[in-house]
């Protein structure tokens, strides 16, 4: 059996992953969404082990430290991973595994699997960014503010992506996405 492609989707807070992903795991329902570890307590609404695995900081360190997890990074004050057990159990067993992670993580990843595909999403403006930012409602004018410093820290990096998404029309972004997984050329494991 081959080994399953590994994609990694990055982009600013505010890009639209999340929405991207959700519509790309409908279309494409062989692919596996990997859930990520953190530090950061819980948005309303999320679920422990279906949006993040919520991690105390002691919790995290002990999985940190004995290498279970892929990659790590610290985001706006928490800490974020990705469990390394799921994602090398998938892989093996032939399934295609998304990452959303951060460029930080993502560059940690590629670095140990090279056959992975980094795919960044943008928004079309920093002006559309950031009223995606406040139409969430979920975060002061600060954070608000935070997560746009970090965007034009992030955009930087946009170019040492495989590919680059811009998340203008959701439907026309998820079919860039679909045709980049369904590409039998893309992630190809070595």
Same mark, same amino acid.
């Given at each position: 059996?081959?080994?399953? $492609?590994?994609?990694?989707?990055?982009?600013?807070?505010?890009?639209?992953?999340?929405?991207?992903?959700?519509?790309?795991?409908?279309?494409?329902?062989r692919?596996?969404?990997?859930?990520?570890? =953190?530090?950061?307590?819980?948005?309303?609404?999320?679920?422990?082990?279906?949006?993040?695995?919520?991690?105390?900081?002691?919790?995290?360190?002990?999985?940190?430290?004995?290498?279970?997890?892929?990659?790590?990074?610290?985001?706006?004050?928490?800490?974020?991973?990705?469990?390394?057990?799921?994602?090398?159990?998938?892989?093996?067993?032939?399934t295609?595994?998304? /990452?959303?992670?951060?460029?930080?993580?993502?560059?940690?990843v590629?670095?140990?699997?090279?056959?992975?595909?980094?795919?960044?999403?943008?928004?079309?403006?920093?002006?559309?960014?950031? $009223? $995606?930012l406040?139409?969430?409602?979920?975060?002061?004018?600060?954070?608000?503010?935070? +997560?746009? $410093? =970090?965007?034009?820290?992030?955009?930087?990096?946009?170019?040492?992506?495989?590919?680059?998404?811009?998340?203008?029309?959701?439907?026309?972004?998820?079919?860039? /996405?679909? +045709?980049?997984?369904?590409?039998?050329?893309?992630?190809?494991?070595?």
């Amino acid at each position: 059996m081959p080994a399953g $492609r590994l994609f990694i989707i990055s982009g600013p807070s505010g890009a639209g992953k999340g929405t991207l992903v959700k519509e790309l795991l409908a279309r494409v329902p062989r692919l596996w969404l990997s859930v990520s570890a =953190t530090t950061r307590p819980a948005r309303p609404g999320e679920i422990d082990g279906k949006h993040y695995v919520f991690l105390s900081e002691e919790g995290f360190d002990r999985l940190q430290t004995n290498g279970g997890l892929l990659e790590w990074a610290e985001v706006h004050g928490s800490r974020y991973g990705t469990p390394r057990e799921p994602v090398e159990r998938a892989i093996a067993a032939g399934t295609d595994v998304i /990452l959303e992670i951060d460029p930080q993580g993502a560059r940690q990843v590629k670095q140990a699997v090279p056959s992975s595909v980094l795919i960044f999403i943008t928004a079309p403006s920093m002006e559309e960014l950031r $009223r $995606r930012l406040e139409q969430r409602g979920s975060e002061t004018k600060e954070q608000v503010d935070r +997560r746009l $410093r =970090t965007a034009i820290e992030e955009l930087r990096v946009a170019g040492n992506y495989d590919y680059v998404v811009e998340n203008d029309d959701i439907r026309r972004a998820t079919d860039e /996405l679909v +045709r980049i997984v369904e590409s039998p050329d893309e992630g190809a494991a070595s």
